[in-house]
């Protein structure tokens, strides 16, 4: 008798979806609406804004994908101190201006799996109604 690990229950997996051949095609709305739904098939589909339609397949990743969050990082501050006898700045904190902006990455997740979509073509239709059919 096999039973499932408790473990493997909640387990949580990542997936990058890949828009990048999409874009090149057609123009998505910043902050459009979409429904991503089937992603338990070999072909999700993504509808955004109710009339754009993508299929996605799962492409295997090579090794593992780390998955960073980037933020604005506020400046360091140096705290002047030193030997001289007429420090104007001991005990003040000095931001050098030659300093450029940094940000701050921390890792989000690790993925295994990339989810690249391309818009649904006539063929993907008619592939879809004649397999319906045929049943």
């Known amino acids: 008798?096999?039973?499932?690990?408790?473990?493997h229950e909640n387990e949580?997996?990542?997936v990058l979806l890949d828009l990048d051949?999409?874009?090149?095609?057609?123009?998505?709305?910043?902050n459009a609406p979409y429904v991503l739904s089937g992603l338990d098939t070999l072909n999700p589909t993504?509808?955004?804004d109710n009339k754009l339609k993508l299929i996605g397949e799962y492409k295997e990743t090579i090794g593992t994908c780390f998955?960073?969050?980037e933020s604005e990082s506020t400046p360091v501050a140096h705290e002047?101190?030193?030997?001289?006898?007429?420090n104007l700045f001991s005990g003040k904190f000095v931001v050098d201006p030659k300093q450029s902006p940094t940000k701050q990455v921390k890792p989000i997740a690790r993925l295994q799996k990339i989810l690249k979509f391309r818009v649904v073509s006539e063929a993907d239709t008619?592939?879809?109604?004649?397999?319906?059919?045929?049943f």
């Open 1 to 7: 008798m096999a039973t499932a690990s408790p473990s």
């Open 12 to 14: 949580e997996e990542y």
């Open 21 to 30: 051949d999409v874009y090149g095609q057609v123009d998505i709305p910043q």
């Open 46 to 48: 993504l509808v955004i």
């Open 67 to 69: 998955v960073f969050s």
């Open 80 to 86: 002047e101190t030193g030997p001289s006898e007429v």
């Open 126 to 134: 008619e592939d879809t109604t004649a397999k319906v059919a045929s």
